[in-house]
T-cell receptor, first 112, second 114 residues
Framework: QKEVEQNSGPLSVPEGAIASLNCTYS??????FFWYRQYSGKSPELIMS??SNGDKEDGRFTAQLNKASQYVSLLIRDSQPSDSATYLC????????????WGAGTKLIIKP | DAGVTQSPTHLIKTRGQHVTLRCSPI?????VSWYQQVLGQGPQFIFQ???????GRGNFPDRFSARQFPNYSSELNVNALLLGDSALYLC?????????????FGQGTRLTVV
């Protein structure tokens, strides 16, 4: 059974601080890694994808991947109240036709 | 260019009834996947279609079925609805199933079974 684990939170972070979200996965064959943001009652919105070890930066967001440790993280710099949402980690692999396997999400609250 | 569109956005059905959910992918996106998301959980994979062929099926009963049309739009059908089928049903599309392919979601269909 392929699993993706996330701390459910809520994670409370002061406005302007760095929010750090973590995700671990069980399948060593996982090849593609995604972070989605989901506001309450809305559908997931892709914010970052990462495919190789290391860091990938896009604006205030940085995704970090460590395949040896089976660990992927998302850093949000200069957190804003609008970043308050549930962040979902998803992974995919060739042997499952790149179906997305999802974590349950971490609820992030940015306190003004 | 229009994003992924799903219809209807909200639906209330009675136990035992049948429901059809529809999805139109982004132009040029040939792969469509369906997910079920229960409140407080991550999405669960139901089906994947690519070029009108089923490429994957999740751990859902045979009451769930889907198909993809020549224009790459898709339908998800659920028969004999149960209360536990109440969820947000998400359609995601991608250009092709692949290593570096990103999936984009429609707004979802909120199904309530009473």
């Amino acid at each position: 059974q392929k699993e993706v684990e996330q701390n459910s939170g809520p994670l409370s972070v002061p406005e302007g601080a760095i929010a750090s979200l973590n995700c671990t996965y069980s399948d060593r064959g996982s090849q593609s890694f995604f972070w989605y943001r989901q506001y309450s009652g809305k559908s997931p919105e892709l914010i970052m994808s990462i495919y190789s070890n290391g860091d990938k930066e896009d604006g205030r967001f940085t995704a970090q991947l460590n395949k040896a440790s089976q660990y992927v993280s998302l850093l949000i710099r200069d957190s804003q109240p609008s970043d308050s949402a549930t962040y979902l980690c998803a992974v995919s692999a060739a042997d499952s036709n790149y179906q997305l396997i999802w974590g349950a999400g971490t609820k992030l609250i940015i306190k003004p | 260019d229009a994003g992924v569109t799903q219809s209807p956005t909200h639906l209330i059905k009675t136990r035992g009834q049948h429901v059809t959910l529809r999805c139109s992918p982004i132009s040029g996106h040939k792969s469509v996947s369906w997910y079920q998301q229960v409140l407080g959980q991550g999405p669960q994979f139901i089906f994947q279609y690519y070029e009108k062929e089923e490429r994957g099926r999740g751990n859902f009963p045979d009451r769930f079925s889907a198909r993809q049309f020549p224009n790459y739009s898709s339908e998800l059908n659920v028969n004999a609805l149960l209360l536990g089928d109440s969820a947000l049903y998400l359609c995601a599309c991608s250009l092709v199933p692949g290593y570096n392919t990103e999936a984009f979601f429609g707004q979802g269909t909120r199904l309530t079974v009473v």
